[in-house]
């Protein structure tokens, strides 16, 4: 069964940092394109970043650009979300997603275009 697991999350001040891990199992995403989304209590998810297949082409949401960096290790079939300059609207549950093509180019920010979902870590940024 494939799933995907997010750890890294937790506590931090403002102007902290944090990286998040995701780990897949079951099966490779080594061929796919990933993505991290978040949501806040009473809003609805939202594209944080997004990393095609071969770690060569990346996308970030504006509200994170020059603080988050998406990184993926096709080896260990993990990707990573290092987070710095962290802001109390960072504040969210934070989940990475896989989407099903194979070696597609194109970086999706909708959460229709992944497949495959974990269950979130958590992120809260004091003030």
């Known amino acids: 069964q494939e799933q995907l697991a997010e750890s890294g999350g937790g506590l931090v001040q403002a102007g902290g940092s944090l990286r998040l891990s995701c780990a897949a199992s079951g099966r490779t995403f080594s061929n796919s394109g990933m993505g991290w989304f978040r949501q806040a209590p009473g809003k609805e998810r939202e594209f944080v970043a997004a990393?095609?297949?071969?770690?060569?082409?990346?996308d970030y949401a504006d509200s994170v650009k020059g603080r988050f960096t998406i990184s993926r290790d096709n080896a260990k079939n993990t990707v990573r979300l290092q987070m710095d300059s962290l802001k109390p609207e960072d504040t969210a549950v934070y989940y990475c997603?896989?989407?099903?093509?194979?070696?597609?180019?194109?970086?999706?920010?909708?959460?229709?275009?992944?497949?495959?979902w974990g269950q979130g870590t958590q992120v809260t940024v004091s003030s």
């Open positions: 997603a896989a989407d099903s093509v194979f070696r597609r180019t194109y970086l999706y920010r909708t959460p229709d275009r992944y497949t495959y």
């Open positions: 990393i095609n297949w071969s770690g060569g082409n990346t």
